[in-house]
């Protein structure tokens, strides 16, 4: 079955620090993924994008993920955390056969603290 | 960049009543819209799809002839939530994938909090 997963309910880390949020997937076929972010009441900011290419891929704010095939992972990473940065993170996956429509994992929380 | 624009952000409506909420892409054509439902601290669950003059395409469990989508033209999807109850007090967000397609763009609008009292 098709799917996509954030393992972790929150991340907590000091402003400075690198941090991470991971995201693992399952798909037939080849795997599109994406990164958004939500602040409170609002609708999803676009991060990044992995279509094809290089599997390090560098997107908005600092942020950056890796596609790992062998893995099926696409964790996102950023070297230095910001307060600004306490949002909430959203890995998509779209599957085969849906439409395009994106399919979002169920969000972790990121708590950066001063 | 491509902006979709929501509305209304907030509604609160009476038991019983319907409720449109309208997204326009304000800069591109949306040849797909993607309705979202979102609960507290929980992820998007995928409501529908439609495509521009089709009829929207619904996921499983979702009743479409409450949540009521269309989708008449490239720049405009609407969502009508009918016979609205408290229980589907929610935050909705459209989703509009532009007319390339090949480059996966999607632009979400900022969403409709809905409180049926």
């Known amino acids: 079955a098709q799917s996509v997963a954030q393992p972790e309910d929150q991340v907590n880390v000091a402003e400075g620090n690198p941090l991470t949020v991971k995201c693992t997937y399952s798909v037939s076929g080849n795997p599109y993924l994406f990164w958004y972010v939500q602040y409170p009441n609002r609708g999803l900011q676009f991060l990044l994008k992995y279509i094809t290419g290089d599997n390090l891929v560098k997107g908005s704010y600092g942020f950056e993920a890796e596609f790992n095939k062998s893995q099926t992972s696409f964790h996102l990473k950023k070297p230095s955390a910001l307060v600004s940065d306490s949002a909430l993170y959203f890995c998509a996956v779209i599957f085969s056969n849906s439409g395009y429509a994106l399919n979002f994992g169920k969000g972790t929380s990121l708590l950066v603290t001063p | 960049g491509a902006v979709v624009s929501q509305h209304p952000s907030r509604v609160i409506c009476k038991s019983g009543t319907s409720v449109k909420i309208e997204c326009r892409s304000l800069d591109f054509q949306a040849t797909t819209m993607f309705w979202y439902r979102q609960f507290p601290k929980q992820s998007l669950m995928l409501m529908a799809t439609s495509n521009e003059g089709s009829k929207a395409t619904y996921e499983q469990g979702v009743e479409k002839d409450k949540f009521l989508i269309n989708h008449a033209s490239l720049t405009l999807s609407t969502l009508t939530v009918t016979s609205a109850h408290p229980e589907d007090s929610s935050f909705y967000i459209c989703?509009?994938?532009?007319?390339?397609?090949?480059?996966?763009?999607?632009?979400f609008g900022s969403g409709t909090r809905l409180t049926v009292v």
């Open positions: 989703s509009a994938r532009d007319r390339t397609g090949l480059t996966y763009g999607y632009t």
